[in-house]
């Protein structure tokens, strides 16, 4: 191969990678306190969650972040999260190699002044606690929805936000839980905490709180 071709080829290769990084950067300008809700498409797991809470527009949400920090680009903007073992900070472009099927929250601007306080906790105080295999509200593990929820109470005890609701793991219909729940807390040897108070992404999605602002890729049961 001559070298004006391999040159050429090169330049080929270098203007797709580009073209294709300058479509995944948002047209939009995010803020700190935006939530993204994500479509994990994480297995059974996140079936069961998806399965029993329809989020925005009938979206399947199974994960959710709240942002940190905003930089000038995906590798720069961060987001805490509750994922794998801990509480931890993720870069967007981390965040979004895992799914771009994600919907951005907005709280309204009454409750704006809320977000630096509920960040602030969460950056100081939650990052690098467990992560809430339980899915118990009342201890010292957190879950996704929960840092959220736990830093707007922080800021808030008496915000309606993010409200708490009855979770339930069973088979929409049914007063049977699903398998996948069975199977994960015998392996935890802890009970289905069938009725305990929580929330989940889907629910938060729908909050009378927050409006939906920007869309990368419409979520699986997005009905518009």
Same mark, same amino acid.
């Given at each position: 191969?001559?070298?004006?071709?391999?040159?050429?080829?090169?330049?080929?290769?270098?203007?797709?990678?580009y073209v294709s990084l300058m479509l995944r950067q948002p047209s939009f300008?995010?803020?700190?306190?935006?939530?993204?809700?994500?479509?994990?498409?994480?297995?059974?797991?996140?079936?069961?969650?998806?399965?029993?809470?329809?989020?925005?527009?009938?979206?399947?949400?199974?994960?959710?972040?709240?942002?940190?920090?905003?930089?000038?680009?995906?590798?720069?903007?961060?987001?805490?999260?509750?994922?794998?073992?801990?509480?931890?900070?993720?870069?967007? =472009?981390?965040? +979004? @190699?895992?799914?771009?099927?994600?919907?951005?929250?907005? *709280?309204?601007?009454?409750?704006?002044?809320?977000? #630096?306080?509920?960040?602030?906790?969460?950056?100081?105080?939650?990052?690098?606690?467990?992560?809430?295999?339980i899915f118990d509200i009342t201890d010292d593990s957190y879950y996704c929805?929960?840092?959220?929820?736990?830093?707007?109470?922080?800021?808030?005890?008496?915000?309606?936000?993010?409200?708490?609701?009855?979770?339930?793991?069973?088979?929409?219909?049914?007063?049977?839980?699903?398998?996948?729940?069975?199977?994960?807390?015998?392996?935890?040897?802890?009970?289905?905490?069938?009725? =305990?108070?929580? +929330? @989940?992404?889907?629910?938060?999605?729908?909050?009378?709180? *927050?409006?939906?602002?920007?869309?990368?890729?419409? #979520?699986?049961?997005?009905?518009?």
């Amino acid at each position: 191969m001559s070298a004006k071709h391999f040159f050429a080829l090169a330049m080929g290769g270098f203007f797709i990678f580009y073209v294709s990084l300058m479509l995944r950067q948002p047209s939009f300008n995010f803020q700190e306190g935006d939530i993204f809700f994500q479509d994990l498409d994480c297995g059974p797991p996140c079936d069961a969650i998806e399965a029993v809470t329809q989020g925005y527009m009938g979206s399947n949400l199974s994960h959710c972040a709240i942002i940190t920090e905003v930089g000038p680009d995906l590798k720069t903007t961060k987001l805490a999260e509750a994922i794998g073992e801990t509480v931890t900070e993720t870069t967007l =472009e981390e965040f +979004l @190699n895992r799914s771009n099927k994600v919907l951005v929250g907005r *709280l309204n601007k009454e409750h704006a002044e809320l977000i #630096p306080t509920a960040l602030n906790h969460i950056k100081s105080n939650l990052i690098g606690k467990p992560y809430d295999f339980i899915f118990d509200i009342t201890d010292d593990s957190y879950y996704c929805s929960e840092i959220i929820y736990e830093g707007l109470q922080f800021a808030d005890s008496n915000q309606q936000i993010m409200q708490l609701n009855p979770m339930t793991f069973n088979v929409p219909g049914t007063n049977t839980p699903f398998i996948h729940w069975i199977e994960y807390y015998e392996e935890l040897n802890h009970e289905i905490p069938e009725g =305990e108070l929580g +929330l @989940n992404p889907g629910g938060m999605s729908r909050s009378e709180g *927050l409006e939906i602002i920007y869309i990368f890729e419409k #979520p699986s049961g997005y009905n518009n």
